[in-house]
Nanobody
C-alpha cells in the first residue's frame, strides 16, 4: 500500500557532506511525522532527526549543528543533509513516517535503508 524508498547513501570522507532522501508513495492521505534513524554495526537503531508536518524539528545531540532534516510535503519527500561527517556517523540510515491512508488508517512505515560510510 505504501512504500518508502531512500536514496543518496554512499562513501564519504571525514569532514565531507552527503544528502539522503526518502520518497513515500502509495495510497497516502496525509503524512505526519517523518524521521531518519540509523543503525551502526552491532548497535541498536537510533533516532537521528525528526520533522513534523508543520516542519518542527528535533535532533539527536550527536548531530545537532551538523545535520539538517527537511521535507517537501508536495513531493512526499524527506531529506537529511549531513555535513562535517565523522566516522561514527557510519551506518544504515532508515526513513520512517507516520502515514494516514485514504481509508483513514494510520500506520508506521519504514524504508529499506541506505548505507552511509564515512571513511578515508
Amino acid at each position: 500500500q505504501v512504500q518508502l524508498v531512500e536514496s543518496g547513501g554512499g562513501l564519504v570522507q571525514p569532514g565531507g557532506s552527503l544528502t539522503v532522501s526518502c520518497v513515500a508513495s502509495g495510497r497516502i492521505r496525509n503524512i505526519y511525522n517523518m524521521a531518519w534513524y540509523r543503525q551502526a554495526p552491532g548497535k541498536q537503531r537510533e533516532l537521528v532527526a525528526l520533522i513534523t508536518r508543520g516542519s518542527d524539528t528535533n535532533y539527536d545531540d550527536s548531530v545537532k549543528g551538523r545535520f539538517t532534516i527537511s521535507r517537501d510535503n508536495a513531493k512526499n519527500t524527506v531529506y537529511l543533509q549531513m555535513s562535517s561527517l565523522k566516522s561514527e556517523d557510519t551506518g544504515v540510515y532508515y526513513c520512517h513516517a507516520v502515514i494516514e491512508l485514504w481509508d483513514k488508517v494510520l500506520n508506521n512505515y519504514w524504508g529499506q535503508g541506505t548505507q552511509v560510510t564515512v571513511s578515508s
